[in-house]
């Protein structure tokens, strides 16, 4: 198994930056892709950005359009999410999520572990 417990979200305003962390604990090896999903009140949960375990290939959701980039620091079993320029339409809980296949998907079924979120609220 695998835990994950994300930080670092907070109440910033908009056009300010926060960075999310992800720390993995456990069977980590089985971490191959790891990913950030956010819901918002009264919304599905959906892909944010993924990252495959060897940090150069990532995808991100097209609407983030380079706002937002992610890494990951295999050595401290975690994974980030820098966010820039945010806007109250990033209002959400921030998930961390992990899948031991090595694509990285962007479909929430497809992960295989997931953290407790961690809440962003952006004000305008």
């Known amino acids: 198994q695998v835990q994950l417990v994300e930080s670092g979200g907070g109440l910033v305003q908009a056009g300010g930056s926060l960075r999310l962390s992800c720390a993995a604990s456990g069977r980590t090896s089985t971490n191959n892709v790891m990913g950030w999903f956010r819901q918002a009140p009264g919304k599905e949960r959906e892909f944010v950005a993924g990252?495959?375990?060897?940090?150069?290939?990532?995808n991100y959701a097209d609407w983030v359009k380079g706002r937002f980039t992610i890494s990951r620091d295999n050595a401290k079993n975690t994974v980030y999410l820098q966010m820039n320029s945010l806007k109250p339409e990033d209002t959400a809980v921030y998930y961390c999520?992990?899948?031991?296949?090595?694509?990285?998907?962007?479909?929430?079924?497809?992960?295989?572990?997931w953290g407790q979120g961690t809440r962003v609220t952006i004000s305008s």
């Open positions: 999520a992990g899948r031991w296949r090595f694509s990285i998907a962007t479909s929430t079924d497809e992960y295989d572990y």
């Open positions: 990252i495959r375990r060897n940090g150069g290939d990532t």
